[in-house]
């Protein structure tokens, strides 16, 4: 289900795009009627428990998150959403590199050669020096990078925080860092486009929250190995309602970054739970 949803996010991205709408209104647009959505579920579960002690965290989580939307939805509307789709499968990547460098996090010689994979498969997707690289390449990378960021930013909230209060919180502090950018290039839309608007922050949050559920219910490989359905429903709408089609590169390229993120997330895993055997171990000694 979030395949689908994130999926036809790109498409509506996209579609904005052609409407010449600018991607700092889409933004604001997108969390403002994703907060519509997320307030009654909040105040359903108790306004009381949207605490935190992790503010400044979340000031950088919601810097990063922005930063990242901004870019994920003007790449959208330079290269196909396929190919868009295809590079951001990175994310995991740059998730894991910022884990070691910021977070002191140990990653091991195969996950180091896993990452070099991805980024090889990156290079067969934008063939530099045989297709013209063109702007919307180098923000769909950038975009990545910025959603890795923010991935392990909100790795570190949930250590105290619940998946729910984090992505109020956000809200919260995003609608008015996309406010001021979105007034300054905000023009009226018609009554289509608006419909178009008002529809990505319901998508985005059936998106988001059917991806925390399946990482509830299953192992985050498994997850992984699901999320890759993204690119198929991604080309698809990229044929059907924009006549695009992904080349055969695209394909191999995505499923060789694709298989070094599953790889990289399978040995995190098998970290983590080897970790927790070892204190189990060390605590009945």
């Not at 390449?137 to 910025?146: G, K, P, Y």
């Not at 298989?259 to 990289?264: I, L, P, R, T, W």
Request: aromatic share 12%; glycine share 8%.
């Amino acid at each position: 289900m979030s395949c689908v949803a994130l999926s036809c996010l790109a498409a509506m991205g996209r579609m904005l795009g052609q409407y010449e709408v600018n991607s700092f209104q889409t933004v604001f647009c997108r969390l403002f009627f994703a907060f519509v959505i997320l307030l009654p579920l909040v105040l359903h579960s108790g306004i009381g428990k949207v605490a935190t002690t992790q503010l400044k965290t979340y000031v950088f989580r919601s810097i990063s998150g922005i930063i990242a939307m901004w870019m994920w939805f003007y790449a959208v509307t330079l290269i196909p959403i396929g190919e868009q789709t295809a590079l951001s499968f990175l994310a995991p990547l740059f998730t894991t590199m910022g884990a070691a460098v910021f977070l002191g996090e140990i990653v091991r010689m195969r996950r180091w050669l896993a990452i070099m994979v991805g980024f090889i498969g990156a290079l067969i997707i934008i063939r530099p020096g045989i297709i013209d690289l063109t702007l919307g390449h180098f923000v769909a990378i950038a975009t990545a990078l910025a959603f890795g960021c923010s991935t392990l930013i909100i790795k570190h909230l949930t250590r105290k925080d619940d998946p729910l209060v984090i992505v109020f919180i956000s809200h919260l502090i995003m609608m008015p860092l996309a406010l001021l950018p979105a007034l300054y290039v905000w023009e009226w839309p018609s009554y289509n486009v608006w419909l178009i608007l008002m529809a990505t922050g319901p998508i985005a949050v059936i998106g988001h929250v059917t991806m925390a559920k399946a990482y509830k219910l299953a192992d985050a490989s498994f997850v992984a190995g699901v999320d890759y359905a993204r690119l198929p429903f991604a080309v698809l709408f990229g044929w059907v309602l924009f006549g695009e089609l992904s080349d055969i590169w695209t394909w191999i390229g995505a499923s060789i970054i694709f298989g070094s993120s599953f790889y990289v997330i399978r040995r995190e895993m098998n970290e983590t739970k080897r970790a927790a055997r070892d204190s189990v171990v060390d605590g009945n000694g």
